[in-house]
């Protein structure tokens, strides 16, 4: 079963959690309000970072979900593939060289051929960027997450501050190359 999902900007850039010049937070909730997906973005080392924590229990799917079910299916059918998270750079930015991801976890199921990967808590997602103008950068994050029951779409339009921005240091120790 799958629940419809509705966003709001989060209200938690007070706490020290989602300071600095993060976007404001995106939270991709279920019926009763409860964030399951907060989705937030930044400048730092010349990369678009995208940071995307899923509440306990809850997981999203890796930028290249898709081409590693098919190469773990083999050409085999199946129950089906989950929508890979996806990142679109619309304002202010211009993506300049490959994605990075965390190294994401294997939740797949042989014996079903289903095949999945994805991450669980926090993951970071990552691109070298160069800035086209302005000062503010469109980021739109589209992604699916699950829970043992059910999923919801997250649908994160993020507003990311350019101006002198971008400067902190960042490193890309522990990501992996997205591969689509």
């Known amino acids: 079963?799958?629940?419809?999902?509705?966003?709001?900007?989060?209200a938690v850039l007070a706490t020290g959690l989602w300071a600095g010049e993060w976007s404001a937070p995106v939270e991709a909730t279920d019926r009763s309000g409860t964030a399951l997906v907060t989705c937030r973005a930044r400048l730092a080392g010349g990369h678009l970072v995208v940071e995307l924590h899923a509440k306990a229990g809850w997981h999203v799917y890796a930028m290249d979900n898709e081409r590693r079910a098919k190469e773990a299916l083999a050409g085999r059918m199946s129950l089906g593939v989950e929508e890979s998270t996806d990142v679109v750079v619309e304002e202010g930015l211009r993506i300049a060289g490959p994605w990075l991801q965390t190294e994401p976890k294997d939740f797949s199921q042989p014996e079903l051929r289903w095949y999945s990967y994805g991450f669980e808590g926090v993951a970071v997602l990552a691109a070298p960027v160069e800035r086209t103008g302005g000062e503010t950068g469109k980021v739109s994050v589209r992604a699916q997450a699950c829970d043992a029951a059910s999923c919801i779409r997250v649908d994160a339009d993020?507003?990311?501050?350019?101006?002198?921005?971008?400067?902190?240091?960042?490193?890309t120790a522990g990501l992996i190359q997205v591969r689509r």
Request: proline share 4%.
């Open 1 to 10: 079963m799958r629940l419809a999902v509705r966003l709001s900007l989060g």
């Open 158 to 171: 993020l507003a990311v501050p350019l101006a002198g921005q971008g400067v902190d240091a960042f490193s």
